[in-house]
């Protein structure tokens, strides 16, 4: 028998060892798990935690309707929509079909066609790194774009959609492309928001199936492919189950063998019967949720979308009281956030590629509030003794062991929250100041520290952190 030296034997079993771990390591051979078709698998897949974390999204709703940029704005939530212009205007079953048809006979004519809009979407004005700096300043984490809207026009080179882009007509420019590129630039994540049905697609309206497998399927293949998003906000999935939608394959396909496949975030709007039950994160809408979901809060990552006015397409036709107030949109992001959810917070660009001086305001007003105190929101919880501490104008969040005690007015007198294991320290962010407090057994009782106007850290809320508290 042929006698081996232990240099050999220990040649062989390196080579062992290496050859066993090339398998296991291999992407050919990885054992990652892969998601079927079905909802069951679909809903087993964890929410990238860095959507829970970020809290807080922009949410832009940019297309032809930006060019009448108009809707009623003495109406009902649905029916103030800027962006739904067109549906309004054909649809004459619908409550405010007259007065987008009035409107529209008086500014444009009777023979206007919704389709001559695109010579009036020039973007002219559109300078995607001055948006991606603007949303840095606000404190938003992610953004979304409208990629294709109800109308079916879309702002990528869409081949599906041929002459019925922003490439092939209009700006001629590549809006989708352009923006995701600036906004990544400044270190946020971007998605695209994508309607699954189109209002007049006629192959969409003769033969569904035919325009799920040719026409939107290759589609949003071709957007992720493409633009590789963090996030994907399906819409305009109510006229047919998730079935229709090849939802399921589609999704199996976006987890296991897109370019994003580790990182992406989805919603929940994915067909009639999966909102607030199927999908990814799930969604509410100005507070509306859907049937039989009460407004608290879910089981899972959650997201509460909404304009600054009452629109998402910018709506021309609004004034100042139409719109949130810095001070009361600072309050919806801590409402959403203290009870787990995000908030993706709309503006409607301009015809001509800009963002309304109005929406700046109230974006850079958040962000300066975000600046001192965005310890309490990003990367936060819900507080599960929340409920048990009610108090007017008092929310909690919680970071590992500290609780943050988020007041919504300054408050006069002192505030005692209970059920804490102690409290190491209590600061008010932003402020130089001691915090004075006394801690007893499982409470605090804080007292606020007299802040003038050269002292107050900032507006609209305060924040006291309780450090070691839980
Ligand atoms: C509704 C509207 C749509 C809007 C969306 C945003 O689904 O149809 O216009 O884009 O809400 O959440």
Not at 195 to 208: C, G, R
Not at 431 to 447: D, L, M, N, Q, R
Request: net charge negative; with cysteine; proline share 4%.
């Amino acid at each position: 028998m042929k006698n081996i030296t232990h240099l050999e034997q220990f040649q062989k079993s390196a080579i062992k060892i290496i050859a066993i771990s090339f398998l296991i390591f291999s992407p050919l051979f990885s054992f990652a798990q892969k998601y079927e078709a079905n909802w069951e698998s679909i809903d087993s897949r964890p929410i990238p935690e860095w959507f829970s974390d970020a809290k807080f999204g922009i949410f832009i709703h940019w297309g032809l309707y930006a060019v009448p940029a108009w809707g009623p704005t003495d109406a009902g939530v649905y029916d103030k929509y800027a962006e739904w212009y067109w549906s309004k205007l054909m649809n004459k079953d619908s409550k405010v079909h007259e007065n987008f048809k009035k409107f529209h006979h008086e500014t444009y004519g009777e023979d206007f066609k919704y389709q001559d809009f695109v010579n009036g979407f020039n973007c002219e004005m559109f300078n995607p790194d001055d948006w991606a700096k603007l949303f840095k300043k606000s404190g938003a984490k992610y953004v979304v774009l409208t990629s294709k809207h109800h109308e079916g026009f879309t702002l990528w080179p869409s081949e599906q959609s041929w002459n019925w882009n922003a490439v092939d007509v209009g700006p001629h420019r590549d809006l989708a492309g352009d923006l995701i590129k600036s906004v990544k630039g400044e270190g946020l994540k971007m998605g695209y928001y994508y309607s699954l049905y189109e209002w007049f697609n006629p192959q969409y309206k003769e033969n569904v199936d035919a325009y799920v497998d040719q026409h939107m399927i290759p589609q949003m293949k071709d957007l992720v492919t493409r633009y590789q998003p963090d996030v994907l906000w399906t819409d305009g999935e109510w006229d047919h189950p998730s079935e229709v939608w090849k939802s399921t394959e589609f999704l199996a396909w976006l987890y296991n063998d897109s370019p994003v496949k580790e990182n992406v975030v989805v919603n929940d709007r994915w067909g009639k019967e999966t909102r607030g039950k199927h999908g990814g994160f799930f969604t509410t809408e100005y507070d509306l949720v859907h049937e039989g979901i009460k407004t608290g809060t879910f089981q899972r990552a959650w997201e509460e979308c909404r304009g600054i006015g009452g629109s998402f397409g910018y709506n021309r036709n609004e004034n100042l009281e139409s719109y949130s107030t810095s001070e009361g949109l600072v309050h919806i992001l801590i409402d959403k956030v203290a009870r787990g959810g995000n908030l993706l917070l709309n503006i409607g660009p301009t015809a001509d590629g800009r963002v309304p001086v109005i929406m700046q305001q109230r974006l850079m007003d958040m962000g300066n509030w975000l600046d001192v105190n965005g310890d309490a929101i990003y990367g936060t919880q819900m507080w599960e003794k929340a409920d048990a501490n009610k108090q007017d104008h008092v929310f909690f969040t919680q970071k590992g062991n500290d609780l943050y005690v988020i007041c919504t007015k300054f408050p006069e007198k002192s505030i005692t929250v209970k059920n804490l294991k102690g409290a190491k320290e209590v600061s008010l962010l932003g402020f130089e100041g001691k915090v004075k407090y006394k801690a007893g057994g499982s409470s605090v009782t804080i007292t606020p520290p007299a802040v003038t106007p050269a002292t107050n850290p900032c507006d609209y809320a305060w924040v006291f952190k309780v450090s070691q508290a839980l």
